[in-house]
């Protein structure tokens, strides 16, 4: 029996309950890759197997990030699972949920099952894939669904590419519905949306650049709920960013709709005044909001209201972001960058850790039927032990990620990942 003693640790369990706040001292045993026990810091563990000492240091469960993308198969010179897996293990993420929108679309088992040949070869994290909800993910005939999730897919989406024909949305949620399959759609009606690059409002007037309404993302939420009334299905929204799209998210979850939402940890610590001379890194799907909205959106995750907190990573290379910001390709990479970034939520008094690691570890694992994202006896020990106050300046070219397209480059950041471990397995350390 392999043996691990986190000692000394100040743990962060987000199902203790909204009274958890900020962890309690105690130790953790882990057993053959799971969590077997946990002391208070008063009960001493048995000093035998391998002693981590934590030195008073936070644990909590490991990140689980959906949304990520890989460049594989197709942009491999964007990121590949051996980068994205350094960059996750170094950021505390210990779960990727991979998005299928590659050259070529991830439509099919043979596509499927050759990514997760490659990410099991590469990656020292667990890699969870999704597959298209249409093929090709051009909203015309929904792919197979059920082969797919034979295949190992654990959700299905066409991600920034709405499917605009309704008949084929409703038809694709009824089959998912049947399968008891996990839809995630991106709300934004995509007429609206088209060409802009900015929220609607003076900041976009005054720089003169294509905009959107808030009420795109509202409208198009709206279309994806009625929907999923009609069908039962489960229905995920990858990213909710505007304030008046929130009662309608508020309302089918009083409805009793198998719906829940998340957004981008880049939406709750930036706004749209970080574009400021069109840089390109803060060019983002959807655009920065207003801080109005952004404020209302961490009360939201405070709440509840939105589940999940993910890092919506999306590596570009140099000569697609260096660009004028309308042509610019949208996106930013966020593995290592994610927690960091999110303890901004923390030091700003906003969020408690229990309430970042239920947004950022329980909430996703439920969602997905993963028996991780927690503390529990018998949970897999996928762990990341960090230190919340170190302070730094990020430098984009430390990355891991083979793109390297961070907003945050060059920001007074605070909160290192000192150690991860996946399965009981240390996949990153530093010195």
Not at 191 to 216: Q, W
Request: charged share 25%; with cysteine; proline share 6%.
């Amino acid at each position: 029996m392999i043996r691990i003693v986190f000692a000394n640790a100040t743990l962060i369990d987000p199902e203790a309950g909204p009274d958890a706040g900020n962890g309690a001292r105690g130790h953790l045993i882990v057993s053959d890759g799971k969590i077997d026990a946990i002391l208070t810091s008063g009960e001493a563990p048995a000093s035998d197997g391998t002693v981590v000492d934590c030195k008073g240091k936070m644990l909590a469960p490991g990140l689980i990030d959906i949304g990520v993308k890989v460049g594989e198969p197709g942009e491999r010179h964007k990121e590949s699972y051996k980068s994205a897996g350094l960059a996750a293990a170094a950021g505390g993420v210990t779960t990727m949920v991979t998005r299928p929108d590659t050259e070529p679309v991830i439509d099919n088992p043979e596509t499927l099952e050759f990514v997760t040949r490659r990410a099991q070869a590469e990656t020292p994290v667990r890699v969870l894939p999704m597959a298209a909800l249409t093929k090709g993910r051009q909203g015309r005939e929904m792919t197979e669904i059920g082969f797919l999730m034979d295949a190992g897919a654990v959700a299905f989406t066409d991600c920034a590419r709405v499917v605009t024909d309704t008949k084929v949305f409703s038809r694709a949620l009824t089959y998912a519905r049947s399968l008891g399959a996990l839809v995630i759609g991106h709300p934004q009606d995509p007429a609206l949306s088209a060409g802009a690059v900015v929220t609607s409002g003076k900041f976009a007037s005054l720089r003169g650049l294509p905009a959107v309404s808030p009420m795109a993302e509202r409208m198009g939420l709206d279309r994806d709920i009625a929907v999923v009334e009609m069908t039962g299905a489960r229905y995920h929204a990858d990213q909710i960013t505007t304030a008046r799209a929130l009662p309608a998210l508020e309302r089918a979850k009083a409805n009793g709709f198998d719906v829940t939402a998340g957004i981008s940890v880049h939406h709750l610590t930036l706004n749209e005044f970080d574009i400021a001379d069109y840089r390109t890194f803060f060019k983002l799907t959807p655009p920065l909001r207003s801080e109005d909205d952004r404020v209302a959106m961490i009360e939201a995750v405070g709440s509840g209201l939105i589940d999940i907190v993910c890092s919506m990573h999306s590596p570009q290379d140099e000569e697609s972001k260096r660009l004028p910001f309308e042509e610019a390709a949208s996106g930013a990479v966020g593995l290592e960058t994610l927690l960091p970034a999110a303890l901004r939520l923390y030091h700003g008094g906003h969020l408690t850790l229990a309430q970042l690691f239920r947004a950022l570890s329980l909430k996703p694992a439920q969602r997905l039927g993963l028996p991780g994202g927690r503390l529990g006896k018998g949970a897999p020990a996928d762990l990341v032990l960090f230190d919340p106050n170190i302070p730094f300046v990020m430098d984009r070219y430390t990355l891991k990620s083979k793109s390297l397209n961070t907003p945050f480059d060059e920001q007074r950041m605070e909160g290192r990942v000192l150690g991860t471990w996946v399965g009981g397995k240390e996949v990153y350390r530093t010195s």
